[in-house]
């Protein structure tokens, strides 16, 4: 680049503007205040606490209904193969004959 | 920047007691810097004062997206750059004037302006910058003015290493042929 072309600043401001500037965005960030979130306002490890209570105590609230939906099948199905098993051919066609002889008299 | 701890500041700035006083500092310490990137793009005074009160002003709103992950003169250029091509975008549309209107408008007022004090070696200078497209301009200026490295423009305009390093490259031989025209 041509030497003539310095790096020299041609622009300037008015005397005192950088001073006055700074003075004028205090006074408007004082009437202004930008709203902390919640978790910027209280100390960090209130915010860790109330986190940690949280999840144990959704944890509590979740994992009774889930296991005991869970037993409840896996009773059911135990008893199941515990009834099939015990009947021989023989008896589980004669329960369902009758079972569908009943049906059909209901039924007229 | 003698003085200032960049991570003393950032922590005041968390601090709902010390936030006012915190941001403050920070106007103090990047003000001029931001107002000269600004001043070399809009070239007005009155209209740099606009830009830089507007970038600031988004940076106290904005305070809480700053995560801390880059530099706050990082974040606060990115700001000021922003508000610049919008300034300048919004300065077109509402003129309407064609690029060439624009450059020579501009052009003029940096004759007439009481707050332009160089010769005219440094006029036809500016003249030349001028007539690059924005973010060329943007690019040049930062890198001849302000000094910037190649790797704290990316940060700051979102552009790779090289693409910046070619910017520059074209917009010097730009200036460099407007000059040679104008002798």
Known sequence: ?????????????????????A???????????????????TKSWVAIAATLSGVLIGAKLLMPVEMASKTVAQQHSVEESYILNQMDEASLANYL???????????K | MNGFNEAEWLAKLNSPKHRSAAFGRIVQEYQQPIYWHIR??????????????????KAWSALDSFRGESKISTWLFRIAVNET???????????????DDIESSMAQNLEADPYFSGDEAQLKFQKAIMKLPDKQRLVFNMKYFDDLKYEEMEEILGTSVGALKASYHHAVKKIEAYLLSEI
């Open chain 1, 1 to 21: 680049m041509n030497s003539n072309f310095d790096k020299r600043n041609p622009f300037t401001v008015p005397d005192g503007y950088f001073e006055d500037f």
């Open chain 2, 85 to 99: 091509i919008t300034f300048l975008n919004s300065q077109r549309n509402k003129n309407s004037y064609s690029t």
């Open chain 1, 97 to 107: 004959c009758s079972t569908d002889a009943e049906g059909q008299t209901s039924n």
């Open chain 2, 40 to 57: 070399k793009m809009v070239l007005n005074h009155d209209d740099a004062n606009d830009v830089m009160q507007t970038t600031f002003m």
């Open chain 1, 23 to 41: 003075a004028k965005m205090a006074s408007m960030t004082q009437t202004s205040m930008p709203s902390l979130p919640w978790y910027k306002k």
